[in-house]
């Protein structure tokens, strides 16, 4: 046997196969106590486009986290989380490059200014097609806090690590680089890896990579870990070993995802399910070992789930760990093997994540519902919402934003998305249309496209192209629809059958298409509730009658099966059996539940409340329509009885909606408003406001937090007459007519709203202009801006009461607008509670009140964290009398802006209040606890 000429051909294979992979090559030295990696890499790339190339771009988003302006600060800023932004300048991490060589020779390079986490490098030769460059780079990261994106340095001295080193952009005609926004979307084309990690002795190392050497000295060890074909790998270096390894003949799967206590035995058979599921339905894995980590499901956890406190387990703890195992093992199979863009075409990803999902739920848990063991409890087994199916929430998650006409396009770039919809809404709604689809096509063609898909792309570069066209070449049947309105628009699905037309063998049926799409829809026959036949309906531009077989069937319904995500199905089903039988009967619940389209829910809600301090404690009930999916049309119904006052009491309204696509008119809403409560001991008053409102916002960009809105409304009250206070009681019922414009950009960094109101009444007519202004500075210094002018066009009121004119410090608020615990106090504890409004001022000065023009401007700013100095000044002008100059200044203690806050008075027109007697009653507050108030603090990081 010629050994040479064996050894030889094995040489040459070997430096073919080197040069026709990507590959890079890394040395780090990790110095865990100064939180640094010194990083040395080669990086071979090859150009496999058609241009020649004289500049080439490199991913360092180790760098995006350098500054309080980098994109990824930003989005964290957009989703009001201040951590990174008051964050300490060690806490956050960055790269420093400190050489690029290519062929031992310098590069010029540089980061861009809009993404500093890229870089740009420009070639000393230039790249021909088919060419490989070879970059040897070096570079310093100073690793971040885990606390913001949950990867970098932990409290407890782990540390966690994905995009860490410098990878290459990818060129396919055009550039594909994004700086980073905590998305987990790099998008690098796969290569060989081969890594030299040193670090510190009682450190365990955990990668997806396979490991070669292992060697120790006295104070540090190195590993060599390597792998084929791979995309940017994660790392992980405890001091515990927290990642535990089960394998089987095929693969090693490595995860730190929380047990739930299970025994081995139940972990390692749990395993063996989920993976021979993967291998069946989406194809063996191409490495050896698939890791899963517990950020991984923190970041992208089973919702509905992570919500529940730990004490609440209405599902066996092995279906829970068995789903969280699934879903992050889909997770990264996919993102490791289906190599699309991943900001810009992340929805097949999804889409094919939850399909997959759904279809082991329903091949091994079927019975599995929404509330696992809660639906089977005595008083919730009753609702409707016990009979969901665990599957059902998908569609139920996504309505939730198309009902709210907040859902977004499925094409949209990741980046785009609101966070309920990247993190929830759109991944459904990608799941939820791959059963749609699949249902339309039959034969399980969406299936085993997905499955032949997925093996002859995976480790290839691909596209959301590719995948149209290749399902598109597996049926006869047009699905453009799918493609062009389902995933490229936010239209609507919502059909309605209209007339029916029944005679001795057949039905003729008219099906009514109420949104503008080329969608399908299915119409079923039934008998009772058996289905005699099924049949889809094409090409519905607006009305479409057929003719069907009657067969004995009584009732016909659209969607029966739900599979398709219809707005609305309220009007999908139609009796044969005569028009009595088509009228839903009304349903009374006790509590919410989620909507029964058989019937006319009516909720009943006990409510406990204390709205002042005149009625105290009030006991009622709550009778509304509203369901856990918002609905356009609405009422409330509240009566109470007020156990101080000793009365009746109560609130409503009636109101309806209507939203708009393709617009900046996001939607228009009208109704009526009623209440009746005390204002003062043994007062009361009631309320009657029809109102109208105009809301916008922009159509192109969710993630903006800019809104503007126009509001009509008309204000009746009738008081009861205040024997004791003449000035309060001259006028004690009047009708309002207000007009405001509102325009807002609430953001963390930078806050501004202002808005022009309009008041016509019998005896005045007045105007006012509100602007505010908020800025967080990088050294964490907060200013606050607000200034505040009004004047009466005219005011014929009586010029001793000021009932209706400018407040200072604390406004009469005739219109009934805040939340006054006790509006009519004028000593006292409730007397001091601060609404910013009118005036602003915190402090009571000697001039309370305009009945002619007030301008004021109030500012505060940081002294240290959550402590504040504040100052206002101002004009008050009365009739008769000259303009009078005010100012006071304080300490603002801003616990939650906006919700709670106290103000201390230091220095004012009355001098050095500080010093004065009686200073406690000096003090004021602001304080929240409306819950709704309150859950917009959560609703604006997600919404």
Sequence with gaps: MNYRLINCLIFSLICFYSFGQNKIDLKAIFDVEDKKIKISQTIQYQNTSQDELQIIYLNNWANSYA?????LAQRIADEYINDFHLAKNEDRGYSIVTSIKQNNEDVAYCELEKHPDVL????????????????SLENIVQLPSAKFTKYGMT??????????????????????YYSNKDLDDLYIPIADLNFEINFPNGYFITSELNTGIHTQNSKTQTINLHGLNRKSTKLFLSKTKDFKTIENENLALVSSIDDEGLEVIDKILIIEKVLGFLNKNIGKYPHERLLLSQIDYDKSPIYGLNFLPKFIKPYPNHFQYELKILKIALLNHLENTLLLNPRKEQWLTDAIQIYFAMKYVDEHYPNMKFLGTIADIWGVRSFHIADMKFNDKYSLAFMLMARTNRDQKLTMAKDSLLKFNANISSKYKAGVGLRYLDDFINHNVVENSLNNFLKETKLKETSTKNFEKYIKSKTNKNIDWFFN??????????????????????VTVTIKNKRDNSMPISLYSLKDDSIISKKWIENITNRK?????????????????????EINVRDNWKSLKGFFFNNKPFQFRVFQDIEDPHYNQVFFMPAVEFNNIYDGFTLGTRIYNKTVLRKLFNYRIEPQYALNSKTLTGSGFVS??????????????YGIAGGYSSYAEDLFVRQITPSIIFSFRKDDDFRSNERQSLT????????????????TSNEPNYAIFNARYVYSNDNLIDFKKWYVDYQVAKNFNKISFNYEYRKLFESNRQINLRFFSGAFLKNNTDVDSNYFSFALDRPTDYLFDYAYLGRSESSGIFSQQFITAEGGFKSKLDFPFANQWISTLNASTTLWRYILAYGDIGLVKNKYDSAHFVYDSGIRLNLVTDYFEIYFPVYSNLGWEITQPNYDQKIRFKFTADPEVLLGLFRRRWF
């Design 67 to 71: 500054t309080k302006n980098t994109p």
């Design 120 to 135: 740009k490098v420009t070639l000393n030769k230039p790249l021909k097609p088919g060419d490989f460059y070879i970059l």
């Design 155 to 176: 409290d407890i001295g782990n540390i966690n690590l994905r995009y860490w080193y410098i990878t290459p952009a990818v060129y396919n005609g055009q550039w594909q």
């Design 485 to 506: 309105d389902y995933i490229n628009t936010r239209k609507k699905i919502d059909f309605k059958i209209g007339k029916v037309i029944k005679t001795e063998d057949s």
């Design 545 to 565: 009658t057929i003719t069907i077989p009657t067969n004995e069937a009584n009732k016909l319904v659209l969607n029966y099966n739900k599979v398709i995500p």
């Design 656 to 669: 309806n909606t209507h939203y708009f696509n393709n617009t900046n008119l996001f939607n228009l809403t």
């Design 712 to 727: 009509f409304r008309y204000i009746d009250i009738k008081r009861d007459r205040d024997l004791n206070n003449i000035l």
